[in-house]
C-alpha cells in the first residue's frame, strides 16, 4: 500500500496550504512568551516537509522533528530533508513523543495525522498534555471524511449506513470513548465533526485533571484553532496554547482573538479557497483589503474595482478571507 | 451509658455488638492476607529497632503453622506495655497516637482482624526495652461478656514497667490456637503454605534483599534481585518526586526476557504491593482504554518499578488490605499516567526489536536485537541503579541507530499460480524440491541467460 504522500503532492492542497499560513502567523505571537528561536517545531513532515519550511523560514526555528512512521522509505526522506537541522525520528508517534522530552522546552506540537481519529492518537494526546512545557501549543489534524458501507458480498447481512458507521467509528476508538449523547447520531462528516471535536477535548481535559491533580503549578488549555477544510476528504484541525499563571497575561497581550480565524469555542472556521486564474487573482489582489469590508449594497460590491471583476461574488468573498494566505501555484521550469 | 440513652426517647440506639465486629472484621480479608498483615507488624517492629533500615541482617521473623497453632516470632523492637493498653488493641487508629515513621502495619485494625480470622485463643509474649507482657485473649469468651466491656486483659504477673531489657532479648511472640475451621485445613494443605511461602517472599522482596531472614516451618525464604538493563547502550527512564515527608521514584527499562516476570512493581515503603502487573490496575488498559496497548509477549522484557516512601503511612495510595492500588486516590492517579508515559518509551524499543525480527529480516541483519541482547545478559539490581540517578533522564535511552529493519521498499515480491504437471517437471529438471527455491531459480536462469 503506498503512503498518502505518494498519492497526493502535499504541495498542492490549497486550503492545507492556508491552514499552515494562518497558524504560521499566529505563532508569531509566541514571540511574547519567549524567543520563537526558543521554540521546538514536532511535526509529521513526510517526504515534503511543507510545514517544516515554512516555521524554519518564518519563524526562525532550528530545532526542528519530524516524526515518520515509515523506516522502510528511510532514504527517501532522508533525501528530501530540505535543511540540515531536520532531525527525523522513525516509529510511531505514541512511542517516539513520550522520549521527546516534552517537559524540557517549549514546542509546537502538530499531530498532522492523514487517518481518522484512533485509539492511538488519544495516547498522543495524552502524552503531550501530561507532559509539554507551559507555553507549548498543541495541534492536531484528523480525516473526519464519513465512513461508506463496503460493496456487499452476495448471502451478507443487511446491515444500515447508521449501524455501519457506528460500529466502524466504535471500532476506531472504542466504546468508552464515544460520548453517550453521540451514540445514537449518524456519522455523516458533519456529526463525525462534532464527536471527534468533542472527543478531542475530553481527552485533553482528562489529561490535564489527572495533571494538575497534586501540583501546585496548575496548567490550562486555551482553544486557538478549529479548521475545517476539505481539499479531498474533510479535514479538521484543532489545538491551542497550555499555559499556567504565571503566562496569563502574556496570553491576553497575545490578544490571539483579534486574528479573524481564531476559534476558541466548538464552532469550526471552515477554510475554502476558490479556484482562481492568475489574471483573477492578481486583479482582485489589486482592490484588497477592501475597505468596505466586502459588504454588498442590493446585491452589488460597495467596492466598484471588485464589482467589475467577472468571478461569482460568492468565491470573492471567499477569496477576500483568505487572499494573504492563498497559495501561488504555476508551472514552472527549474 | 447505653441505659442512660434507653430512657431517652429522642436517642435512637446504635451500639456496635462484639459479634457483629468480628464477622464484619474477617469477612473481607483472606487467611493469606492475615497473615500478611502479621508479617507487616513484625517488620515494622524490625525496622523500628533496626539502626540501618538498610542492613537487616541480625533480624529474623519466624512463621510456624500446623493442625493445631499458629506462631510469629520476630526480635524487633516488641511492644510498649504503654502502646498495647492506650492503642495497639484499639478498634481503629486513635489520632494521638504516633506512628513508627515508614511502617506498613502498626497494629491498625489489620492485627485485630488477623487475630479472628486465624484462632480464637491468642497469645502475646512482648518484651519491649523498657517493659513486658502477655496477654491473652480468649475470643469466645470476650464475645459472651455482652456487658459492653471491650478490654482485654494483661496475664497476671507478666507485666513488667520501667525496666531495662537488653536489645538483643527484645521481640515479639504471637501464638494463636483454637484455630478457626479456615486454619486448620488451610494450615495441612501443603498447596497452601507453599504459595503463601512464595508470596510472603514477594511481598517483602527488599528487606529479604537488605538480610531480613524470614522462616516459614523453618523453611528461610530467598527473594529474587529485581533488575533491570544500565549500561551505556540502555539507560532506564527515571522519575522522582520528593517532598519533606513523601517521595515517590519510578524507573522503566528492560530486563533478561523471563515471561513471568515482565510489567510493572508497586512498592509502598518497601512492601511490594503489586507485583509483575500485566493489567490495567498499572498501565496496560488496552488501545481503547486510558493506558497502553494490552500486555502481550512482545513486553515480556518490560520492567518498571514504582516505589512510594512515606513517613506516615496513611499516605500511601494503597487499599486497605495492602492488596493493590487505591485507584481512586489523586496521588496514584498522578504517579500512573507517569507510568503509561515511561511504559510508552520503552515500548518505542521493544515494538522496534520486533519489526526488526520481522520474517524475511537475516539474523545479521538484526543488529538492534544482537545488540540489546547483549545488554540483556548482564542486568543490574535496581537497588544499585537507583543508588546513581544522577546518571538518568526522564527519557529512555536505546542505540537507536542500530535499528535495521527489513528494507520492504527495496524487495520485489512475485507470486504466481502453475500448473502441477508443469511444476513437476521443472522440480525435477532443477533437483529442488522447495516451491520457493525454484521460484527464485528459474528467475535467475532468466536472468542469467537474457539479461
Not at chain 2, 510456624?64 to 502502646?83: A, C, P, Q
Request: aromatic share 10%; net charge negative; glycine share 4%.
Amino acid at each position: 500500500m503506498s503512503s498518502s504522500f505518494e498519492k497526493i503532492n502535499y504541495s498542492l492542497r490549497p486550503n492545507k496550504g492556508i491552514e499552515r499560513k494562518m497558524m504560521c502567523e499566529a505563532f508569531n505571537r509566541l514571540a511574547l512568551l519567549d524567543h520563537l528561536s526558543n521554540y521546538r517545531y514536532i511535526g509529521m513532515g513526510s517526504a515534503y516537509f511543507a510545514d517544516f519550511i515554512l516555521f524554519h523560514k518564518n519563524l526562525g526555528i532550528k530545532d526542528l522533528v519530524s516524526i515518520e512512521k515509515e523506516e522502510a522509505k528511510k532514504a527517501r526522506f532522508e533525501f528530501n530533508k530540505p535543511f540540515s537541522c531536520i532531525d527525523i525520528k522513525y516509529g510511531n508517534s505514541s512511542t517516539i513523543l513520550p522520549n521527546l522530552e516534552l517537559e524540557k522546552k517549549k514546542n509546537i506540537v502538530w499531530l498532522d495525522y492523514d487517518d481518522k481519529l484512533s485509539d492511538f492518537m488519544f495516547a498522543d494526546i495524552d502524552t503531550f498534555f501530561a507532559n509539554s512545557a507551559t507555553g507549548s501549543l498543541f495541534l492536531l489534524s484528523v480525516n473526519v471524511e464519513e465512513a461508506y458501507l463496503p460493496s456487499k458480498q452476495d448471502g451478507e447481512q443487511k446491515q444500515s449506513l447508521k449501524e455501519y458507521r457506528l460500529e466502524e467509528m466504535l471500532g476506531r476508538v472504542g466504546y468508552e470513548r464515544l460520548p453517550n449523547e453521540f451514540m445514537d447520531l449518524n456519522f455523516n462528516t458533519k456529526n463525525r465533526t462534532m464527536v471527534s471535536f468533542e472527543m478531542v477535548r475530553r481527552q485533553i481535559n482528562t489529561t490535564l485533571i489527572t495533571r494538575n491533580l497534586s501540583t501546585e503549578n496548575k496548567v490550562y488549555y486555551k482553544q486557538l484553532f478549529n479548521f475545517i477544510y476539505s481539499d479531498n476528504a474533510t479535514i479538521l484541525t484543532v489545538g491551542g496554547i497550555l499555559y499556567d499563571e504565571s503566562q496569563k497575561d502574556k496570553l491576553n497581550e497575545m490578544s490571539f482573538s483579534n486574528l479573524d480565524f481564531i476559534r476558541e469555542q466548538d464552532e469550526a472556521y471552515r477554510i475554502s479557497a476558490p479556484n482562481l486564474t492568475l489574471r483573477e487573482i492578481k486583479a482582485l489582489d489589486k482592490a484588497l483589503p477592501d475597505k468596505h469590508n466586502i459588504e454588498t449594497e442590493r446585491g452589488k460590491f460597495k467596492n466598484k474595482k471588485l464589482e467589475e471583476i467577472p468571478v461569482i461574488p460568492s468565491d470573492i468573498q471567499s477569496y477576500a478571507k483568505v487572499y494573504r494566505y492563498y497559495p501561488n501555484f504555476a508551472e514552472a521550469l527549474i | 451509658m447505653s441505659e442512660e440513652l434507653n430512657d431517652d426517647p429522642t436517642k435512637v440506639k446504635a451500639d456496635p455488638s462484639k459479634d457483629f465486629f468480628i464477622s464484619m472484621l474477617v469477612k473481607d480479608i483472606t487467611l493469606r492476607d492475615a497473615i500478611g498483615d502479621l508479617v507487616d507488624n513484625a517488620v515494622d517492629a524490625i525496622k523500628a529497632k533496626a539502626s540501618n533500615p538498610e542492613a537487616l541482617d541480625d533480624y529474623e521473623i519466624s512463621i510456624n503453622l500446623d493442625i493445631d497453632s499458629f506462631t510469629i516470632k520476630d526480635n524487633g523492637f516488641g511492644m510498649e506495655v504503654d502502646i498495647a493498653r492506650k492503642y495497639a488493641f484499639n478498634f481503629g487508629k486513635s489520632h494521638e497516637r504516633k506512628l513508627t515513621k515508614k511502617s506498613i502495619g502498626q497494629f491498625g485494625i489489620g492485627m485485630k482482624r488477623a487475630f479472628f480470622k486465624l484462632g480464637s485463643n491468642i497469645h502475646i509474649n512482648s518484651i519491649a526495652p523498657s517493659s513486658q507482657f502477655e496477654l491473652t485473649i480468649d475470643v469466645n469468651e470476650w464475645q459472651k461478656d455482652t456487658s459492653n466491656n471491650w478490654q482485654f486483659e494483661f496475664d497476671a504477673g507478666k507485666l513488667k514497667e520501667n525496666i531495662l531489657n537488653n536489645h538483643s532479648v527484645t521481640g515479639l511472640e504471637l501464638t494463636i490456637t483454637k484455630l478457626s475451621n479456615d486454619s486448620k485445613t488451610s494450615f495441612v494443605d501443603k498447596t497452601f503454605i507453599d504459595k503463601l511461602q512464595k508470596e510472603i517472599a514477594l511481598e517483602h522482596m527488599l528487606n529479604i534483599n537488605k538480610g531480613l531472614v524470614i522462616t516459614i516451618n523453618g523453611a528461610k525464604l530467598s527473594a529474587n534481585q529485581i533488575t533491570l538493563v544500565n549500561d551505556d547502550n540502555i539507560k532506564p527512564t527515571y522519575w522522582e518526586k520528593t517532598a519533606q515527608d513523601e517521595s515517590v521514584k519510578i524507573i522503566a527499562g528492560i530486563s533478561a526476557k523471563d515471561a513471568d516476570d515482565g510489567g510493572w512493581y508497586i512498592f509502598c515503603n518497601n512492601r511490594l504491593i503489586v507485583a509483575k502487573d500485566q493489567t490495567a490496575e498499572t498501565v496496560w488498559t488496552g488501545g481503547k482504554g486510558d493506558g497502553v496497548p494490552k500486555y502481550h509477549a512482545q513486553y515480556h522484557r518490560f520492567r518498571g518499578y514504582t516505589f512510594f516512601e512515606a513517613n506516615d503511612s496513611s499516605k500511601l495510595p494503597w487499599n486497605t488490605t495492602k492488596t493493590g492500588m487505591d485507584m481512586d486516590s489523586p496521588y496514584y492517579k498522578e504517579v500512573r499516567s507517569k507510568m503509561i508515559n515511561m511504559t510508552r518509551q520503552v515500548m518505542d524499543l521493544l515494538d522496534k526489536l520486533k519489526e526488526e525480527k520481522e520474517k524475511g529480516n537475516p539474523e545479521d541483519s538484526q543488529t538492534l536485537n544482537k545488540e540489546v541482547e547483549r545488554s540483556l545478559s548482564s542486568p543490574k539490581p535496581v537497588l544499585e541503579v537507583l543508588k546513581e540517578t544522577i546518571n538518568l533522564d526522564s527519557s529512555f535511552h536505546y542505540p537507536i541507530a542500530l535499528f535495521n529493519p527489513i528494507k520492504k521498499s527495496k524487495a520485489v515480491k512475485i507470486t504466481y499460480q502453475i500448473s502441477p504437471e508443469r511444476f513437476e517437471a521443472v522440480k525435477q529438471s532443477i533437483g529442488e524440491s522447495n516451491a520457493n527455491e525454484i521460484g527464485l531459480k528459474t528467475f535467475d536462469y532468466y536472468y542469467n541467460n537474457e539479461i
